[in-house]
């Protein structure tokens, strides 16, 4: 059984209830149907009957949950949860009324409310359309500061550097040039999500160019001293996780290499998840791994908000969305 199946199996015995926002997308709706039919989670999708049957004719909606924020009976409900978030904010009773009518607002309601286990949208809006809501209403998990995203990157086979057969890359989605603290908060997320999704024990390796200080560019970007002390502040916040750095990728995977830059290391030569230190890198780093090394890339999935939340990519496929669906069930565990 592939990593993916396994996601499936597993996300179809917690039974949660996941909410699609995009009634009006076709792959939804079908990605709405095959969920239900093969009893991944139970799916709650905003939009109306007649709608979608316009969008996807022939698709079966028996078993799905059609809500529509303009008739719901919950939307009052929901405007008052919206308005007490964001009165502080100078949000009027008014305004909050009109802004839970909009379907993705109305799904990070539903998360908000409990209503829902977790909520998935983006295949018609924006990254900023989507998140934004969850950053206003739902917010950030405990101790965690940082919204970030990962990507679960499986291997074609296994590889001597890749034992596990699976491997997570961050942050190669959201944050565009990380502080330490937020490079701090983005390993400790990636490594729970290894833990819940990807099913690995994960050893986290912060990269650079630089291993051990190898490399300097204090005169420039600094980005070596950023992620050494993100290492330093990863520690701090979980001092029970296998987590090492900086490293370079070869430092990180090869124990050869490992052993002869970072001697002493637990993670050196070992490393399971990977934290770029910026997006530019990371966007590379798993782009490279996809096409030149046939990698399947799930993701991005959404991590540090306090209940589960990702965003789609608008070229997604129904797949994709039945993935995402399976990953944001487990979160939701």
Request: hydrophobic share 40%.
């Amino acid at each position: 059984m592939s990593l993916l199946d396994e996601i499936k199996s597993k996300a179809a015995s917690l039974k949660k209830t996941i909410v699609l926002c995009e009634g009006e997308d076709k792959r939804v709706v079908e990605a709405a149907a095959k969920i239900t039919e093969e009893g991944i989670a139970k799916i709650v999708l905003i939009g109306n009957e007649e709608e979608c049957k316009k969008v996807a004719p022939g698709v079966n909606l028996s078993g799905i949950t059609l809500i529509d924020p303009l008739t719901s009976e919950k939307t009052p409900e929901y405007a008052k949860i919206l308005y007490e978030a964001r009165k502080v904010k100078g949000m009027t009773e008014e305004q909050a009324k009109e802004q839970a009518k909009d379907r993705t607002m109305f799904g990070a309601l539903m998360l908000k409310a409990g209503d829902v286990d977790g909520y998935v949208s983006g295949a018609c809006h924006s990254t900023a359309n989507t998140l934004r809501p969850g950053l206003q209403v739902v917010k950030t998990a405990p101790g965690i500061k940082t919204v970030s995203s990962c990507f679960i990157m499986i291997a074609p086979q296994k590889h001597e550097y890749n034992p596990d057969g699976v491997a997570v890359f961050a942050d190669c989605a959201i944050n565009i040039e990380p502080t330490a603290e937020q490079l701090a908060d983005i390993a400790v997320s990636s490594a729970k999500t290894a833990k819940a999704i990807a099913g690995i024990e994960p050893r986290v390796a912060m990269l650079s160019f630089s291993t051990k200080g190898s490399g300097n560019d204090d005169k420039f970007t600094q980005t070596v001293p950023k992620v050494q002390q993100a290492v330093q502040l990863a520690k701090q916040m979980a001092p029970e996780l296998a987590l090492d750095g900086e490293f370079q990728f070869d430092a990180a995977v090869a124990p050869e290499v490992g052993q002869l830059k970072a001697p002493g290391s637990k993670v050196a030569g070992h490393a399971n998840v990977f934290v770029f230190p910026n997006i530019n890198a990371g966007n590379i780093g798993y782009k490279i791994a996809q096409r030149f090394g046939g990698y399947m890339a799930i993701g991005p999935v959404c991590q540090g908000f306090a209940r589960p939340l990702n965003d789609l990519s608008r070229g997604c496929s129904v797949e994709d969305i039945v993935a995402t669906v399976a990953v944001t069930a487990l979160q939701a565990e």
